[in-house]
């Protein structure tokens, strides 16, 4: 089975493929997105948004629900609205988008192309009824799908036209575009639209910027009872928070210019690890790492040792960079009577994380040491361990045009084959030069050090692409 990403009215569904593996916790989707197309915020007790109908901001707050259904390459999601504002103006709004999919295996792509299907909307605003007569809207969104991470692209126009029992006409023409990224430790969508208002008495301008993100943090908790077989463990925090703002210009209206805001959280859920008692980490540099990723059980020992300063295999580490970020494997075969071929010949497919080996190799992640050797038990070097965390972004193809030097004192010790990943790399922060400021690509890595890369390679999904994609997007543009 194949991952999936739709969208329907800016929302991006993923869908998940049964694991055969899986990390220690079970965790909800990750999927993240502000509703609808009107600059709303809401979290599981209320939705709010701002209405400029009559010229004036107008905020309403009330219930909104959402349905969602799929049928072969179409999904149709539905919005019902109940607001009301703090003047006891009402609004009624129902509104069902149906997304088109087409899906290129072969490109790693998905395109979505989503249109309104029905509509209904009733705005009194001291008294006068504005009912939505006509609905036009059109939205496209490429999502490019990687193993560790799908991001996404849409733009959207749309028309919508308004009109009361004594005859006037309100017309609100709308243009924006939709950025987003989603994995298994978070996911924002940041929805930037641009509205022009026409009424009798002129026209008026409006900005909507809405984000919403979804966030796992790993949270060292202490114990604090000194009779205790353990001193302390990590918590897994997931959380949601939607923000926005209108900006608006209105010439026709006293008001005239402004700005507002909007702010919805939801209630964290907290979810307690395993706790890990290695005996040999005390006074170690990675104690944390090491602890965290033992905790989400990227690593699985089943010794009371890590052994921190013994290199770190290829095999483990390709497996923990899967676990780590939660990338779907290959699925068990039906008929277990004969067992598969290995894809190396120096692979047991028969291995509990054979698999993992295997849905990397097909994800492009790691291509093996050879044609027909994987090398599993061969100690990693920093080039390989860099090179499987940036094809995992899927970001390799980020780098200059050929030809192009590293920031590195040994920039021509660093492979071809590699040059783009370690380029890429050091741009994003997961890793950094000595103090010569060399990279010693075929330096091996010890376990200390490649945990240590991992949970900044969990960094960057956590925080540094909710960076990008939310504060960037709202406030540098």
């Not at 997105?33 to 915020?41: K, T, Y």
Request: glycine residues 6%; without cysteine; proline residues 4%.
């Amino acid at each position: 089975m194949t991952n999936k990403r739709t969208t329907s009215s800016s929302t991006i569904y993923l869908v998940i493929s049964a694991l055969l593996f899986s990390l220690i916790f079970m965790a909800p989707s990750a999927e993240a997105a502000p509703p609808d197309f009107n600059g709303g915020v809401s979290n599981e007790y209320m939705y709010e948004e701002y209405i400029f109908i009559t010229g004036k901001p107008v905020k309403f707050s009330g219930d909104m629900k959402v349905k969602e259904s799929e049928r072969k390459n179409a999904v149709t999601t539905t919005y019902t609205f109940s607001l009301e504002s703090s003047a006891g103006d009402k609004l009624t709004r129902k509104a069902a988008y149906v997304t088109d999919l087409e899906e290129r295996t072969d490109k790693g792509q998905t395109t979505a192309q989503t249109s309104i299907k029905s509509y209904s909307e009733k705005i009194t605003i001291s008294g006068t009824t504005y009912t939505l007569e006509d609905y036009q809207l059109s939205e496209g969104t490429i999502i490019d799908n990687r193993p560790a991470s799908d991001y996404y692209s849409g733009n959207v126009v749309g028309r919508k036209i308004y009109e009361t029992k004594e005859g006037e006409r309100v017309t609100i023409e709308f243009s924006g575009r939709t950025v987003g990224y989603e994995n298994f430790w978070g996911a924002t969508e940041t929805k930037i639209i641009d509205y022009e208002l026409t009424t009798k008495e002129g026209k008026g301008f409006i900005t909507s910027k809405v984000s919403d993100s979804k966030t796992k943090e790993l949270h060292y908790e202490p114990h604090q009872p000194s009779y205790s077989s353990f001193t302390g463990g990590h918590a897994v925090v997931s959380s949601q928070n939607m923000i926005g703002e209108y900006t608006y210009d209105i010439p026709f209206d006293p008001a005239g210019k402004g700005t507002l805001h909007l702010n919805k959280e939801s209630v964290p859920l907290i979810e307690r690890l395993i706790v890990p008692k290695f005996r040999d980490l005390e006074g170690n540099w990675s104690k944390d790492n090491i602890e965290r990723l033992y905790s989400l059980g990227v690593f699985d020992e089943s010794s009371s040792f890590f052994s921190p300063n013994t290199p770190m295999n290829r095999f483990q580490f390709t497996v923990g960079v899967l676990k780590a970020t939660d990338i779907r494997v290959l699925e068990e075969q039906e008929s277990k009577r004969a067992p598969r071929k290995a894809i190396f010949d120096d692979l047991d497919p028969k291995h509990k994380d054979y698999p993992y080996i295997e849905s990397a190799y097909e994800k492009g992640i790691s291509n093996g040491f050879s044609a027909d050797k994987f090398m599993p038990n061969g100690a990693l070097t920093r080039v390989q361990a860099v090179a499987m965390l940036v094809r995992a972004l899927g970001m390799e193809e980020r780098a200059p045009a050929p030809g192009y030097q590293t920031s590195y004192a040994d920039n021509n010790s660093i492979p071809l084959w590699a040059k783009d990943s370690v380029y890429v790399a050091t741009e994003l922060g997961l890793v950094h030069g000595n103090n010569q400021n060399r990279f010693n690509p075929y330096q091996e890595m010890t376990r200390a050090e490649a945990s240590a890369m991992l949970v900044r390679f969990l960094s960057f999904l956590e925080k540094d692409l909710q960076q990008n994609y939310r504060d960037d997007m709202l406030f540098l543009n």
